[in-house]
Each structure stands twice: as C-alpha cells, then as structure tokens.
DNA sequence: AGCATGCCTGCATG
DNA sequence: ACATGCAGGCATG
C-alpha cells in the first residue's frame, strides 16, 4: 500500500463535562472504535480518524490513503504548507457538538428527580452523529446479543466486505461495507460461516432491499433536516420526513423492529425525541419510573409506545439522550468504575450500589419471592466487586433483606396502566 | 391485540 | 462434563 497521507494532530477545545470520549465511545452507540494506547481510531468517510482527550480539549487527526483523490488542499496564502480539509467539521458533526450537553443535563435534572440523581457520574455522554446504514446493520447485529460480540462482528463484516483504508500500527482499518457489497445470498450463507447467526438473513436481506428496492439516498432521506448527514452531501429530497415516519419506514425493512428502528432513528438519522426501549430501559422503567411490573418477559408494542411518551412528555425533544445517560449509568460495565482514590469514594459507591441493589431487589420482590435469596447473594458479590473488597459479612443475607423489603413495600406507588 | 415460541452464538454459572 | 440461562430483539403463528 502506498504511503498514506496524515494530518498534525489539531484540537477543539471541549471540557470532560461536553464530551467524554471514553465513555460515549464504549457505551454500545457505535462498535468499531479500537482503542489503542490512549487513542481512539476508526475510518470513517475515507479516512482513519483518530482521536485523544485531555482535560480541556479533543485532539484529532486524519490519516487518508494517498492512492485516493486527496481531500488536502494547500493554502496559497501560507508559505509552510497547510493541511485542510473537512475533518473537523466531520468530528463536530459527529458528536454533535453544536448542541450544549451541560445545559440540557440541567434541562433533564430540573425536570427529572431520578435523573438528576443518577446523572452527575455520567457527565460528557453524547449522541452519536453516525452514518445511518452503519447504524442500521449495527444494530440489527445487536439483538440477543452484548456489545463485545456486536463490535467483533462489525469488524468481520468490514474486513470482509469493506474496502481497506489504511494501517495504524498493525492494526489494518477498513471502511463500512455499503449495501450493494452486503446483498446476495453468498453473503448470507459466508455470514452465517461467521457466526452471525439468524442475523446473517437479516443484513443479507435489508441491503437487497435497499440497494434494489428503495430508491437512491432513501436511507439518509429519512434524516431529521435539523440535522443534515454527511458523506454524500445533503439531498434536497423527496420525503422530508418527520420522526414517526422514518421510524415507520425503518420497520419495513427485515430484522428491525421497533427497537432497532429507534436506535437508528437516535444515532443515524439524529432525531433526538426517538428513545429505544431495550429490556434494560424497561427494567428502568418499572423500577425508577412507576410503570406497572408484568409476568411475562415480553414487551408489548402498546407498552413500548406508552413508555417512550412518558419519557418524551419528561425530558422533551432530546430525550434519546437523556435515555442514553441513564442507560449508560445502568449498564454493569460502567456500574462500578475504578476510581483513583479509595476511601471517599468507595463509601459514596457504596451507598449507591446499596441503592441500587434496593431498587433491583424491589423489583424482584414483587414478581418472585423465591428467587430474593439468590438475588441477594448475588447483589452482594457485585457490591464487593464494586467497592474493591469488604462486605458487611456479619449480616445475614436474610436480615439485609428484611431490612431492604419493608421499605420497598412502603415505597411503592400506584401503577402506571398503559 | 397480546402473548409465546424459535432463532444463532458465546459466555457465565451451577 | 454438561445443562441452563441469558445477552441492549425480531418474525412468526
């Protein structure tokens, strides 16, 4: 391969509070960053794009292929030759820096109890502005499953089917497929090979469909003009969809439902009042938010709407981000984050594990007394995990739970019907 | 309309 | 060893 072209590293100044790459980048929005070092790279529009962060700003850089017609132009005016080109548009366009993350953290907490409680140790999560047929094959990858095995399996499907762009060290970046490289029935029958599942059918089938059957740039019309794509440039189209549409487009398709829908909605097409609802969320649902608890484990459409609203009437047009903080604070990888300094902070840990772990036993109480034993034990493991070590050893778990039930009890509240 | 079931795989748990 | 459950669902009946 012939030597690639790489931009200086350039900065924006963004605070921790604005942005926090580590965890907006690992917090299951998109599966094919790898971190190596204390970088971040990913191709992205033709180039590798790589990304650092200190305390005050966000440091970028491009590496393009150089067989490729260069993006760089020099400036006449400068002596010393000046690299420009439309990468820092691209990284305040993909996370989406022109909207104020402090500020509606406010927005939500002032509006939200739960929130504003759970919020200020997730500060700096951001929606992604992501290509929206990457976002649509990542998350019909997505269900039934976690979100190492989704990332390995994004990666398959680039090495396989998506052009190299470059090296970063050993590491070898390619570009996303695009449909018309993912339609067929060889591809279904290589991605079952690679253990893709009953998802093979699904990628395989979507990109026929929107490769044969939907028109040019149908995808990115469905984008919320507010927020107009990249890549192929804006497209002064057809439907100019509002966000029940493209939701009711994107299910049309094969292997996405209404969750899926959502997630593409959220983080490909930038409508910011789409709220996925996953199990996790529905769990946060019942638990934070009053809404009734139900035997069997299935989400009815009725109640994944009705969810949806109730978040929607709360934290308002961008409550898919809002959804996306909470989500994050719930997710077990970030529950218990190794902090620098022991003491101080392993008893506010703690407490919040406690709380936690009241919430969850609360929940659990009302559906299956019998499983409370078990569920109480393996609270317990995870709150050692957590806080680093020592537990309440002297106490049984059965009086931990009668100490924890009576409350929850106490606490309940009138059920939210549909 | 709401609900149960099968579907692929990888991993943790007992 | 081997079974079972489950992980950021969807399609089908």
Request: net charge positive.
């Amino acid at each position: 391969m012939p030597a690639a072209r790489v931009s200086e590293w350039r900065k924006l100044p963004v605070s921790l509070t604005e942005l926090c790459i580590e965890t907006t980048l690992r917090c299951g929005q998109s599966f094919r960053w790898r971190k190596l070092g204390d970088e971040w790279h990913m191709s992205l529009y033709g180039r590798i794009l790589s990304l650092k962060q200190d305390s005050t700003h966000l440091h970028y850089k491009a590496t393009w292929p150089a067989a490729t017609s260069t993006p760089f132009t020099t400036s006449t005016s400068a002596k010393e030759e000046t690299v420009v080109d439309d990468t820092e548009e691209l990284v305040k366009h993909y996370f989406s820096l022109k909207h104020n993350a402090a500020a509606l953290y406010n927005q939500w907490s002032q509006s939200d109890p739960n929130f504003r409680k759970k919020a200020p140790k997730f500060t700096g999560i951001r929606i992604l502005s992501q290509d929206a047929w990457e976002t649509l094959i990542g998350f019909i990858c997505s269900s039934n499953n976690n979100i190492s095995r989704i990332s390995q399996m994004i990666h398959k499907l680039c090495e396989n089917y998506g052009p190299l762009i470059g090296n970063i060290g050993d590491e070898a970046f390619h570009e996303f497929p695009t449909p018309e490289a993912l339609k067929g029935k060889e591809v279904d029958a290589h991605l079952r090979d690679l253990a893709f599942g009953y998802r093979a059918k699904y990628i395989a089938e979507t990109a026929r469909i929107v490769s044969e059957e939907r028109p040019t740039d149908w995808l990115e019309s469905l984008t919320n003009p507010n927020n107009p794509g990249w890549g192929t440039g804006h497209r002064s189209g057809l439907l100019r969809a509002n966000y029940k549409e493209a939701h009711e487009q994107l299910l049309q398709l094969v292997g996405v439902g209404p969750k899926v829908a959502d997630c593409v909605c959220l983080m490909g097409l930038s409508w910011g009042e789409a709220v996925p609802v996953d199990t996790h969320i529905w769990q946060i649902a019942q638990r934070d938010y009053s809404f009734a608890r139900v035997k069997s484990s299935s989400l009815s459409k009725s109640m994944y709407h009705s969810i949806g609203d109730h978040f929607r009437r709360i934290w308002g047009d961008q409550a898919g981000w809002a959804q996306s903080v909470l989500f994050t604070a719930n997710l077990k990888s970030f529950s218990a984050r190794p902090k620098a300094e022991p003491d101080p902070v392993a008893v506010k840990l703690q407490a919040e594990v406690c709380e936690t772990v009241t919430g969850e036993v609360e929940t659990k109480y009302k559906v299956e007394e019998d499983t409370l034993v078990g569920s109480m034990r393996q609270f317990r493991k995870r709150r050692v995990s957590a806080t680093g070590g020592t537990d309440l050893e002297n106490t049984t778990i059965e009086q931990e739970l009668i100490s924890v039930a009576p409350r929850s009890r106490k606490r309940r509240r009138p059920l939210r019907l549909s």
